[in-house]
Nanobody, 127 residues
Framework: QVQLVESGGGLVQAGGSLRLSCAAS????????MGWFRQAPGKEREFVAA????????FYGDSVKGRFTISRDNANNTVYLQMSSLKPEEAAVYYC????????????????????WGQGTQVTVSS
């Protein structure tokens, strides 16, 4: 059983940056592929980014490519999401999630395939 705790959310102006962290405990973190999702009020949960267990492979949602970077530190059981050039419409609760399933471009974007979720961290972007 893996426990995930996100942090780093907050209020930022449009065009600004934030770095989210997700600390894992209770399991073999380096075995898991990790993902970040976000959900705004009244909207479906949206795939943001994912990283393989080794950190060598990453995938991004189309809307964040070139602005967001996912990374991980297996020695410290933490995955990060560096966000830059934030837009007001990207205000949402951001969740990290873990999965042992195969790391393919299609599967890793499906939230239903993730086994463990954090409680989320709120990101607010002012215009």
């Amino acid at each position: 059983q893996v426990q995930l705790v996100e942090s780093g959310g907050g209020l930022v102006q449009a065009g600004g940056s934030l770095r989210l962290s997700c600390a894992a405990s209770g399991g073999a973190f380096s075995d898991y592929n990790m993902g970040w999702f976000r959900q705004a009020p009244g909207k479906e949960r949206e795939f943001v980014a994912a990283i393989s267990w080794s950190g060598r492979t990453t995938f991004y949602g189309d809307s964040v490519k070139g602005r967001f970077t996912i990374s991980r530190d297996n020695a410290n059981n933490t995955v990060y999401l560096q966000m830059s050039s934030l837009k007001p419409e990207e205000a949402a609760v951001y969740y990290c999630a873990a999965t042992l399933l195969a790391f393919t471009s299609s599967a890793i974007r499906q939230d239903s395939l993730y086994n463990y979720w954090g409680q989320g961290t709120q990101v607010t972007v002012s215009s």
